[in-house]
Structures are given as structure tokens and as C-alpha cells.
């Protein structure tokens, strides 16, 4: 059997011998002038810097791998994930403490919040790293009397590194516990109750029931807090914690070339919140699976996505 044809000779417009229209892409002019009017933008800065003069390339690769860099790293490194630490498990008992029925417990853990999210961080660091001149000594002991336990000096006590491990992590901790909270909220009613009506314990619910699934909610935006630490570190500078903000300061104070030393900390910087943003998307991924974040892709995967079918697009153009 042949399929019979028009009159025009062409196939039949229905029927299983149909032939299927020709697909026409729309021509996206726009996306093009913007791609090139981008990288011409990004090629006259990368054009301008590289001959400026006093840019001084030659001393950011002088400073770029030397160990008083690499010193200041090492702290910055675990002053974030010590301060990180310190924020979330704290946040996350303050979280708690503000969903209690008790109002001892809600009204100390609201005030915690009210203080540590209400003053600057950079008071705060302030603050710690000048403690001593408001107690000149620790002393732990019976109130109103002279029974004391354990006595030292706040000064040998409240290194810089330590003062700025705790303006940090109870900084965090203020706005960690407001992440964790609006996670616990996000979960239905429903899954405690069921969670209460098979014998488990409201400990035992939340830690295996809902706080998984608040993590939806809490991965991004903690991911975010994690980026943002790693950026605050650099206001421990102003009592010379040694982090890799006060070894930049320290060298560029002994030969005034500011601009590439602070070049030098914008790369490591850049590379730093880089690699911090890889673990974050893969959280996102691995928690939002079958929810529409479950999709979620990376802006440089999605840039070479596009990329990708603009080309694409291109050819079949070319092609037809």
C-alpha cells in the first residue's frame, strides 16, 4: 500500500504518514549583543588592569604564595570553621529554646538574639579583644563572698585568636538559630504528631524526624552564612588576630604598596568562597531532591548551558 499525496505532492498532513513540520528556533538577537557587548566590557577591564602600572603585578606574584600569606590563611581557615562550628550547634539549641512552651527558655534565648544580632560584629570583636578593661580577671567561685575556684587573667585568657573565635561564633550563633527556626517551622505539624503517636520522644522527633527535613530550608541559606564567615574574618584585623587580613595589613603598612597587597587577598578571597560554594551546591542537590531545588544548577553550569544551545541553535540554522 503507498500513502497517497496532495496536490502538491507532498505527504499527507494527517494520518500515519504525516510528515512532521519543520521547527523554525526563534533567533534570540538579543542574547548575542549581550554576550559580545560582556566580553568586550570584560576584555577592556582585563585590558586596563594589565597595563596599569600601578597595579604593580610583579609584587602580588612576589606575595601571592609567600608563607606569611599562607600563615594568615591558616587561621582565617579555622577561625571560619571553628566559628561555623561554635554558631551552628549553639544556633541550633537557641533555636529550640525560642519554639519551648517554657517562657524561661524563650525569654533567654530572645535575648541572646536580641543582643549578639542587634550590636555590629565589629563592636563585638572590639569588644572581646579589649575585655580586659572592663574585668582585669576570670573568677569562677561563690557569688558575694570570697570562695573562689579557678582565677586567671582575662588578658592570657582572651588571646585575639580566641576573643575572635567568640564575636564570631556567637554572632553566628544569633543569626544560625533564626535559619534553624524558620527551618523547624517550615515542617507540617503533622510529622510530630505522627512522630508523638508512634512513642517517640520530642528529643528523638526532632532529631530524626525534623530536623532532616528542615534541612531543605537551612542548607542554603547556612551555605551562605559559611561564605560570609569566611569574609568577616577579615574584621579580626583590628585586634591583630594574625589572620590573612592582618598579615596583608602588616606588609602593606612596611612598603605602602596597598592596591596589590589588597589584590593578593581579593584572590585568595575569591578562590576560597569558590571552593566553599562547590560542597554548598551539592547540599542544595543531595536535600532538595523532589522538590523543584532538586534542579538547582550552578551559575557556571547554567552560563554553559546556555552557551550550549545558543551554539546549537546556530547549527541547525546553518544546517537547514
Known amino acids: 500500500m ?17 510528515r512532521e513540520p519543520d521547527v523554525v528556533p526563534v533567533r534570540n538577537y538579543g542574547r548575542w ?9 570584560l576584555a577592556g577591564l582585563i585590558g586596563s588592569l594589565a597595563k596599569n602600572d600601578n597595579l604593580r603585578w610583579d609584587i602580588v606574584g612576589d606575595y601571592l604564595f609567600a608563607d606569611l600569606i599562607f600563615d594568615g590563611l591558616g587561621t582565617t581557615l579555622w577561625l571560619t570553621a571553628a ?5 551552628l550547634g549553639l544556633g ?10 517554657s517562657p524561661v527558655l524563650y525569654g533567654m534565648a530572645s535575648a541572646f538574639v536580641w543582643v549578639f544580632r542587634g550590636t555590629p560584629l565589629l563592636v563585638q570583636i572590639i569588644f572581646w579583644g579589649y575585655a580586659a578593661a572592663l574585668y582585669k580577671y576570670v573568677k569562677i567561685g561563690v557569688p558575694f563572698t570570697d570562695i573562689t575556684f579557678f582565677q586567671a587573667e582575662t588578658n592570657s585568657l582572651l588571646t585575639p585568636a580566641v576573643a575572635a573565635l567568640l564575636a564570631l561564633g556567637l554572632n553566628e550563633a544569633a543569626y544560625a538559630s533564626e535559619i534553624v527556626r524558620a527551618g523547624i517551622q517550615s515542617v507540617d505539624t503533622g510529622q510530630t504528631e505522627a512522630a508523638h503517636s508512634l512513642g517517640m520522644r520530642p528529643a528523638l522527633t526532632m532529631r530524626r524526624i525534623v530536623l532532616p527535613q528542615a ?21 579580626v584585623s583590628v585586634i591583630a588576630a594574625h589572620d590573612l587580613m592582618s598579615n596583608i595589613q602588616d606588609v602593606y603598612a612596611q612598603n605602602y604598596q596597598v592596591i596589590p597587597m589588597l589584590v593578593v587577598a581579593s584572590i585568595w578571597y ?15 542537590r543531595r536535600y532538595g531532591r523532589g522538590s523543584a531545588r532538586g534542579g538547582h544548577l550552578s551559575p557556571l ?8 544551545g ?5 547549527d541547525k540554522e546553518d544546517g537547514r
Open 33 to 41: 549583543i549581550a554576550a559580545v557587548a560582556c566580553l568586550a566590557a
Open 215 to 235: 534541612m531543605r530550608v537551612i542548607i542554603p541559606p547556612m551555605g551562605n552564612e559559611a561564605i560570609n564567615m569566611l569574609k568577616m574574618t577579615a574584621l
Open 310 to 314: 545558543l551554539l546549537g541553535k546556530k
Open 2 to 18: 503507498t500513502a497517497t499525496k496532495d496536490a502538491t505532492g507532498a505527504p499527507p498532513a494527517h494520518g500515519p504518514h504525516a
Open 301 to 308: 553550569r547554567r552560563m554553559l548551558g546556555g552557551a550550549a
Open 270 to 284: 575569591l578562590a576560597l568562597v569558590s571552593v566553599l560554594s562547590v560542597p554548598q551546591a551539592w547540599l542544595e
Open 83 to 87: 566559628a561555623m562550628g561554635l554558631g
Open 92 to 101: 541550633t539549641l537557641i533555636a529550640v529554646m525560642r519554639l519551648s512552651s
